[in-house]
């Protein structure tokens, strides 16, 4: 099992910036891909950005330019730091590992951007 902890959410003002983070423990040999997730009230969850252990990224096209996905292996922990923040980002943001067909979650840590 994967246990995925977020942190960094918060409110923040159109315009500005945050980092989030998640920390990963127990079995994480064999994870292929680390990203992070955004979900607003009545609608699906949706990719914003993921990291393959080969360093390869993807984007969403809405975050394309603004936001960076990394990773810390030493560190066992992914970040997504996120800048000029619009009131489109809000939502709760959840990280995701995946080992094959397996999907690991974190809890979701909330973001709110004030316009």
């Known amino acids: 099992q994967v246990q995925l902890v977020e942190s960094g959410g918060g409110l923040v003002q159109a315009g500005g910036s945050l980092r989030l983070s998640c920390a990963a423990s127990g079995s994480i040999l064999g994870i292929s891909l680390m990203g992070w997730y955004r979900q607003v009230p009545g609608k699906q969850r949706e990719l914003v950005a993921h990291?393959?252990?080969?360093?390869?990224?993807n984007y969403a096209d809405s975050v394309k330019g603004r936001f960076t996905i990394s990773r810390d292996n030493a560190k066992n922990t992914v970040y997504l730091q996120m800048n000029s923040l619009t009131s489109e980002d809000t939502g709760v943001y959840y990280c995701n590992f995946r080992r094959n067909r397996e999907d690991y979650w974190g809890q979701g840590t909330q973001v709110t951007v004030s316009s």
């Open positions: 990291v393959s252990n080969f360093g390869w990224t």
